[in-house]
C-alpha cells in the first residue's frame, strides 16, 4: 500500500478541546500525518455519532490514544470485530492497566509503549510492543534573545532581574509540589508554577503554595511559549507514575526552548536523556536545590534544546508511518 493511500482513525477524549497531554499527542499526531499526506480523522470515542466516522472512513488503522485503563483496551478489541481488515494500535501514553492476564484475549495489534516498564507490563500480558515517544513542535517552542525576553516580562508582569523557575502542572498532591515551597521559601528563585483550568486543583496545595509566596496562574495561554521564555529554569518534581503521562510534554517543550532542566527520573525521561548541558536528574529535594544554586552564577553551559531535536513531531510522526506500514505489510503477506 503506497502511503498516501493510507486512512487512519485517532480515537481518544478530543471533544472537549482541554489542554492535556493525551490529548495533544493525539492532536499532534494527527496533524502532522495529515500534512505528510495520509488521510486522518479524529474520533472521539465518548460520542456513538463521533464512531460512525469510523465505519464511514473504513480506515486501514485505528489508533487509539488512551491512558489506556482495562475498559479502553477491551473497546479497542471490540471495534477490531466489526472492522476485520483494520489494524487496531494503542498508544499506552500513560499506563494504568493491572496485571490480568485476562486481557491477552483483548491484545491489539500493537501496543506503543514509551518506557521499559511499561514494556515488560504489557509483554507479560502477551502483548506485542513497540517504544514510540511523544514529540514536540519546535517551530512553537524555541528560544527568544535576551531584548524578546524582557519584552514578554513587561507584558506578563515580571520583573527583569528575578530569577523566575517554572513548572507547568495540576495542582494536586501526587505532582509533589512540596519542593516548590522549599525553592521560593530559599530566596534562590521566584517560582511561577501555571496550572490548567478545567482541572480538579487541590484548594489546599494551591494555598499552600501562594502562602509560601509562589506565583500561581491557573489559566489558559493562547501562546504557552510564551509563558516558558520568561523563565531561567524548568521543574519536573514530579514521583508518582499515575500524575502524568510517561514522555511530559512539558519537559520537551522546555527543552525545546532552551531551558535548563531539573527533573526526577520520570517516566521514560532517564531513557531518553542522560545528564548534562543543563540536564539534570535530581531524585531529592536537596539535589533540586542545589542544581538551582549551581544554575545562579551562569558558568553551566545550557544546550537542551539540541538534545530535544531528534524528538521533533515530524520525526515521530515519520517513525509512526514506518510502523503502520510495517503492520499493514505484515497483513498482506
Excluded at 57 to 72: A, C, R, Y
Excluded at 215 to 220: A, I, N, P, R, Y
Excluded at 238 to 247: D, L, R, S, V
Amino acid at each position: 500500500m503506497r502511503t498516501a493511500d493510507m486512512k487512519v482513525c485517532f480515537v481518544g477524549h478530543f471533544a472537549d478541546g482541554r489542554d492535556e497531554g493525551v490529548r495533544n499527542v493525539g492532536k499532534y499526531l494527527n496533524n502532522e500525518l495529515g500534512d505528510q499526506g495520509l488521510e486522518t480523522t479524529l474520533v472521539d470515542m465518548r460520542s456513538l455519532v463521533q464512531w460512525r466516522k469510523i465505519v464511514r472512513t473504513n480506515p486501514d488503522i485505528v489508533h487509539f490514544i488512551l491512558t489506556p485503563t482495562t475498559s479502553g483496551i477491551i473497546a479497542a478489541k471490540l471495534l477490531s470485530v466489526f472492522q476485520s481488515h483494520t489494524k487496531v494500535v494503542i498508544s499506552a501514553i500513560h499506563p494504568a492497566v493491572p496485571r490480568r492476564r485476562a486481557l491477552k484475549f483483548f491484545k491489539p495489534d500493537l501496543m506503543l509503549v514509551q518506557s521499559k516498564g511499561s514494556e515488560e507490563l504489557f509483554n507479560a500480558i502477551g502483548f506485542r510492543t513497540r517504544t514510540l515517544p511523544n514529540g514536540v513542535d519546535l517551530t512553537k517552542f524555541k528560544p527568544v534573545s535576551s531584548y524578546q525576553k524582557i519584552q514578554l516580562r513587561h507584558k506578563y508582569g515580571i520583573p527583569e532581574e528575578a530569577k523566575i523557575v517554572l513548572h507547568l502542572a495540576s495542582l494536586r498532591k501526587e505532582r509533589n509540589l512540596g519542593i516548590c515551597k522549599r525553592i521560593q521559601k530559599a530566596g534562590l528563585y521566584r517560582v511561577l508554577i501555571v496550572g490548567r483550568k478545567g482541572d480538579k486543583n487541590d484548594p489546599t496545595v494551591m494555598r499552600e503554595l501562594q502562602d509560601a509566596g509562589c506565583l500561581v496562574w491557573v489559566e489558559h495561554f493562547a501562546h504557552i511559549e510564551d509563558i516558558y521564555n520568561i523563565d531561567d529554569c524548568y521543574l519536573f518534581p514530579t514521583k508518582n507514575k499515575k500524575a502524568c503521562i510517561e514522555t511530559p510534554l512539558s519537559v520537551l517543550e522546555a527543552m525545546a526552548c532552551n531551558l535548563p532542566i531539573i527533573t526526577t527520573r520520570f517516566g521514560a525521561l532517564p531513557e531518553l536523556f542522560s545528564e548534562g548541558y543543563g540536564f539534570f536528574f535530581a531524585e531529592s529535594d536537596e539535589i533540586s536545590l542545589q542544581r538551582l544554586r549551581d544554575l545562579r552564577d551562569g558558568t553551566i553551559h545550557i544546550a537542551t534544546r539540541e538534545m530535544v531535536l531528534s524528538y521533533s513531531w515530524e520525526n515521530i510522526a515519520n517513525q509512526l508511518r514506518e510502523i503502520y506500514v510495517g503492520l499493514l505489510h505484515q497483513a498482506c503477506v
